[in-house]
């Protein structure tokens, strides 16, 4: 595959995208018209070439009818997991839906009765907090830590609050992001492993959220909670989409992966109940596309997120040495340590937007208090981009 240019500017304001399109309360579209968002997690980046060509080739035909997925669909998600990370699924175990978190909730309706409690790790993607209320479920959070690490911030389950959360007898699920949104941990087979052990030890299923695995840094390596262990394996539902790594997020289409036909079962029914068996014409034919003819442009588009990590890096040392920077292992979101600006984050955001003119999200959205503090950068922009962004971080930050 050629060379991928993921310098070059695609403009997106006036397409009716959320990154650049939404209007936060309080806010005129004028005032956002100069605006840098590096907020919702989504990539600036045009999609890989197969894939347009593919999503192309569908719109030619002049009927946009209701879909259904045919064999290359499912051999194309079962070759992709088996050749890119040694994970063998079976046909049967595949259920389609609308998208990952249709599927969190999904899942929860499934597994769950109303009233029991999910455990997550805190901070966390924020639709798990939603996704667990909708479903009438308790939200429980267990606090990640910094681990002491050669001078980096690395994120680390507490084990003994884990394990105690997980004793309480209303703990029926434990929902994971694998790898981590916001910290951008890609956790190891031993760290899953242990999560496991712990989780059967107490009768508590594990529900993991794996949309962001393509999205891996160099040195790291993913690791899907279904292969770690047989044990693994039956005691999990696995959540998953191209649609990150490619960035066809609004096109709909996920899959929920489970090896209990028992648990499938009652997967299937709340995929009914909940109304979100239906897929739209584009969404299958971007899967296939992506997994099928697609792995070169991921290569080359994980590296140029590195790229990016590491110019975010050199940046703050050098204007906001105040601020820490959590290793980016997986994912394109930094998670970055503002608080020895003594500022509260909601405050800093506010801000950074009205002034600075650049949309960041505060790290309470991902956890009221394990996010104090903290906040959330979209890195996934092409590299000028980025840069501007910063600077007008550091003016802001540095007259305050
Ligand atoms: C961990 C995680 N899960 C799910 C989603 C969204 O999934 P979908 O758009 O397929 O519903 C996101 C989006 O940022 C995410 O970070």
Redesign the pocket.
């Known amino acids: 595959m050629k060379e991928i240019n993921f310098d070059a500017v695609v403009a997106r304001r006036g397409t009716s995208c959320v990154k650049w399109d939404e209007v936060p309360e309080g806010f005129t579209p004028q005032e956002m018209q100069d605006v840098i968002p590096m907020w919702v997690?989504d990539m600036d980046f045009a999609v890989a070439p197969a894939i347009q060509e593919a999503v192309r080739r569908r719109a030619e035909h002049p009927v946009f009818g209701y879909t259904v997925v045919g064999d290359d669909y499912y051999e194309a998600v079962i070759s992709w997991f088996r050749r890119r990370h040694a994970w063998t699924v079976s046909r049967e175990e595949i259920l389609y839906t609308t998208?990952?978190?249709?599927a969190?909730s999904v899942a929860i309706k499934a597994l769950t009765m109303p009233g029991e409690k999910v455990l997550m790790l805190s901070p966390d993607?924020n639709?798990f907090f939603s996704s667990i209320k909708n479903n009438g479920c308790e939200v429980v959070e267990t606090i990640l830590r910094p681990r002491p690490a050669s001078g980096e911030v690395v994120w680390a389950p507490d084990w003994q609050d884990f394990e105690s959360k997980c004793a309480d007898e209303k703990t029926t699920v434990f929902l994971l992001?694998n790898p981590h949104?916001p910290t951008g941990r890609v956790w190891t087979k031993e760290e899953l492993s242990r999560m496991n052990d712990i989780c059967m030890r107490h009768g508590v299923k594990v529900v993991s959220?794996e949309?962001?695995c393509e999205l891996i840094m160099p040195g790291h390596r993913f690791q899907p909670f279904a292969a770690v262990s047989e044990a693994c394996r039956q005691n999990s539902v696995i959540l998953n989409?191209p649609?990150?790594s490619f960035n066809i997020?609004g096109l709909q289409a996920?899959n929920i992966i489970c090896a209990q036909p028992e648990w499938r079962r009652r997967l299937n029914r709340a995929i009914n109940i909940n109304e979100v068996c239906d897929l739209n014409p584009f969404g299958p034919v971007a899967l296939v596309a992506a997994y099928n003819e697609s792995e070169a442009w991921i290569d080359q588009l994980c590296q140029y997120l590195w790229h990016n990590y590491q110019a975010l890096c050199d940046f703050l040392a050098q204007e906001l040495p105040q601020l820490r920077v959590s290793r980016l292992e997986g994912t394109y979101l930094s998670w970055i340590d503002v608080s020895a600006l003594g500022v509260p984050v909601e405050a800093l955001c506010q801000d950074l937007l009205r002034k600075g003119k650049v949309w960041v999200n505060p790290g309470t959205m991902y956890g009221a208090e394990s996010g104090r503090g903290y906040i959330r950068l979209n890195i996934a922009c092409p590299r000028e981009q980025l840069m501007e962004g910063l600077r007008r971080m550091a003016k802001i930050i540095k007259n305050n």
């Open positions: 997690a998208g990952v978190v249709p969190m993607y639709c992001c949104n959220d949309i962001h989409s649609s990150k997020a996920a």
